[in-house]
T-cell receptor
Framework: GQNIDQPTEMTATEGAIVQINCTYQ??????LFWYQQHAGEAPTFLSY????GLEEKGRFSSFLSRSKGYSYLLLKELQMKDSASYLC????????????FGPGTRLSVLP | ETGVTQTPRHLVMGMTNKKSLKCEQH?????MYWYKQSAKKPLELMFV???????ENNSVPSRFSPECPNSSHLFLHLHTLQPEDSALYLC??????????????FGEGSRLTVL
C-alpha cells in the first residue's frame, strides 16, 4: 500500500525556523515534492528531491533520506504569509506519474 | 496564474443532474490529472492522462467519467452524484519527460456541491 504521514498542525512565531516532517511508504519512488496551499487557493510547487540530501531554495530547504522514507521541509525567517498548509507528495507508479499526497500540515505563524 | 484554467469555479447540482468540469492548460505539458480534495482528507488522485491516454484510474466510481480530447484539455463528466461527492476538484498538468522535475501545476479548482 501507499502511506504518507505528516503532522496535522504546527504553530510557530514570526522570524523563527520550523521543520515539517514527512514519512512515506510507497510502491515505487520517482521523487518527493513539497507544495504550499493557502486557504481557498490551488497548491503551488515549493521543492523537489529525488536524491538523498538537502536542497536549498531561499528561505525554504527540503531534505530527503530514501533509505528511511523520510523528508522534511525547513522554513526559515518565518513570515505571516507563510501561514498555509504544506503538502508532501511522492511520485511513483508505473509511469512515474502517480503523485500520492500526504494529509498536509497546517502551519500557523503567530506575531 | 498557473497556466491551468478550470471552469466552472463553483457548481451546485442535484443528484440526478449531469454536468461537466473543464480544465485547460496553456503550458504545453503532456500529462493531465484530476484530484479530489475533501475536508480533512489528503488530495485523492482520480485520473491521469499521459499523451491523451488514461494511464491511472484509482478505483473511481463510474459516475465520474473523464475525457481527454487533446493534450491541452481535460473534462470530468458528472452523472447521478451523491452528496459525499461534494468537494474541491483540482485539475493539474505536468511535463513528464525531459530534463525537468515534472512537478504538478494546479488549477484553482472547481468547488462542487451536490444537494
Amino acid at each position: 500500500g501507499q502511506n504518507i504521514d505528516q503532522p496535522t498542525e504546527m504553530t510557530a512565531t514570526e522570524g523563527a525556523i520550523v521543520q515539517i516532517n514527512c514519512t512515506y511508504q510507497t510502491s515505487g519512488f520517482n521523487g518527493l515534492f513539497w507544495y504550499q496551499q493557502h486557504a481557498g487557493e490551488a497548491p503551488t510547487f515549493l521543492s523537489y528531491n529525488v536524491l538523498d540530501g538537502l536542497e536549498e531554495k531561499g528561505r525554504f530547504s527540503s531534505f530527503l533520506s530514501r533509505s528511511k522514507g523520510y523528508s522534511y521541509l525547513l522554513l526559515k525567517e518565518l513570515q505571516m504569509k507563510d501561514s498555509a498548509s504544506y503538502l508532501c507528495a511522492v511520485r511513483g507508479g508505473n509511469y512515474g506519474q502517480n503523485f500520492v499526497f500526504g494529509p498536509g500540515t497546517r502551519l500557523s505563524v503567530l506575531p | 496564474e498557473t497556466g491551468v484554467t478550470q471552469t466552472p469555479r463553483h457548481l451546485v447540482m442535484g443528484m440526478t443532474n449531469k454536468k461537466s468540469l473543464k480544465c485547460e492548460q496553456h503550458l504545453g505539458h503532456n500529462a493531465m490529472y484530476w484530484y479530489k480534495q475533501s475536508a480533512k482528507k489528503p488530495l485523492e488522485l482520480m485520473f491521469v492522462y499521459s499523451l491523451e491516454e488514461r494511464v491511472e484510474n484509482n478505483s473511481v466510481p463510474s459516475r465520474f467519467s473523464p475525457e481527454c480530447p487533446n493534450s491541452s484539455h481535460l473534462f470530468l463528466h458528472l452523472h447521478t452524484l451523491q452528496p459525499e461527492d461534494s468537494a474541491l476538484y483540482l485539475c493539474a498538468s505536468s511535463q513528464d519527460r525531459g530534463a525537468n522535475t515534472g512537478e504538478l501545476f494546479f488549477g484553482e479548482g472547481s468547488r462542487l456541491t451536490v444537494l
